[in-house]
């Protein structure tokens, strides 16, 4: 009854009168309440005695030894404060309508929890609950969490007596009805009606956490994620490109009709940057075109999609180099980037560099 009764009088107070703190009158109407008829007798859970909490300073004392075990938790607990902070940030930041600079978002999330650790205090992260609360309350620039962690402070010094009888259902009921704006069925349709992945990793996520906990939940939503990515990468198509006789453009052959190709010329480029988890597929989709051909002369490889290369692509460039020396046919790169053009000098395959696809198609 008293969370129901929080939940209602939070509700309509937004409702009826969006002027007026809610949470402040909630919270202590419930307070008053219930040490007015004493609900901790009868069974009511209530907060209970607070120590004092004032922040004291020290280095932690740890062991290399505790560091190697912390570090596997340190892991999680940077991936549940980050996924969430970053989250809770873009969607009030679409909602109000600007940008939020994840990098920054993360050093203060790092410098924060430094500090944390040496206070000692709790993980630092932008909080669903705590931010929706904010934001419902009005708070709208950095002073809102200037005034919050100095209330903070001056709570835990010397107001904890006062939240004693505070119950745990209106606790429960404020984090509720805070959070309770992110639950937008609306975009669920959306993220279904643009790409059903996203659904299901939404529902992994939801049916994790519930099963597992945050923790276990978020890792496996964030596994399954890592996974869609790298399968993506790493059967990335190849396609034969040809150059459309009205716009002078390469495009592949495949979407588009009446464009020319060389005879004797394969021009190819891979839909994704090129790295070690798809360097083998794409050399062998390369070998099987050279194949086709009896009359392969040239093997064009467009790199403008590739803004790095790893020691893998590399050793697959050199092997497929040789592969098609010994059929007759040459190797050309295309359209380097300046980091990647300094790579394939120190792999020895400088000479076979060309500046853009035409330079590369014309005869040598």
């Not at 902070?85 to 969607?91: H, I, P, Y």
């Not at 939801?206 to 869609?228: D, E, N, R, T």
């Not at 590399?314 to 050309?332: F, P, V, Y």
């Amino acid at each position: 009854m008293i969370g129901l009764g929080s939940v209602v009088l939070l509700v309509g107070l937004r409702r009826l009168a969006p002027a007026v703190p809610g949470t402040l009158v909630v919270l202590v109407l419930s307070i008053a309440v219930s040490a007015l008829f004493d609900l901790s007798s009868h069974g009511v859970d209530v907060v209970g005695n607070l120590p004092s909490a004032f922040p004291s300073p020290a280095w932690p004392d740890i062991s290399w030894s505790d560091a190697a075990d912390l570090l596997p938790v340190a892991f999680g607990v940077m991936i549940v404060g980050s996924a969430e902070a970053l989250g809770v940030a873009r969607s009030i930041s679409s909602s109000q309508g600007y940008v939020v600079d994840t990098n920054r978002e993360l050093v203060a999330l790092g410098g924060s929890n430094l500090l944390a650790g040496l206070s000692p205090g709790f993980v630092q992260s932008g909080g669903a609950s705590q931010t929706m609360a904010a934001k419902g309350a009005g708070g709208t620039t950095q002073l809102a969490s200037l005034v919050a962690a100095g209330l903070t402070l001056l709570t835990g010094a010397f107001l904890a007596p006062l939240f004693e009888d505070l119950p745990q259902a209106t606790l429960a009921a404020i984090v509720v009805v805070a959070v309770a704006g992110f639950f937008r069925i609306d975009e669920i349709a959306r993220f279904g009606r643009l790409r059903r992945s996203a659904v299901l990793v939404s529902l992994v996520a939801l049916v994790g956490v519930l099963l597992f906990g945050v923790l276990p939940g978020l890792l496996i939503a964030a596994g399954l994620s890592l996974a869609v990515v790298i399968k993506r990468l790493s059967r990335p198509s190849v396609g034969i490109l040809g150059r459309d006789p009205e716009t002078g453009a390469w495009v592949r052959i495949d979407r588009h009709t009446d464009v020319q190709t060389k005879p004797g010329v394969i021009v190819c480029r891979v839909d994704g940057p090129l790295f070690y988890a798809n360097a083998a597929q794409v050399k062998e989709r390369l070998t099987t075109l050279a194949a086709a051909d009896p009359d392969l002369r040239v093997v064009v490889l467009d790199l403008s999609g590739s803004p790095d290369l790893d020691v893998e692509s590399l050793d697959m460039l050199t092997e497929l180099e040789h592969e098609l020396s010994n059929r007759g046919a040459e190797l050309r790169l295309a359209s380097p980037r300046a980091p990647v053009l300094r790579l394939l000098g120190r792999a020895g395959l400088a000479e076979h560099v060309a500046p853009t696809l035409d330079a590369a198609t014309r005869p040598r």
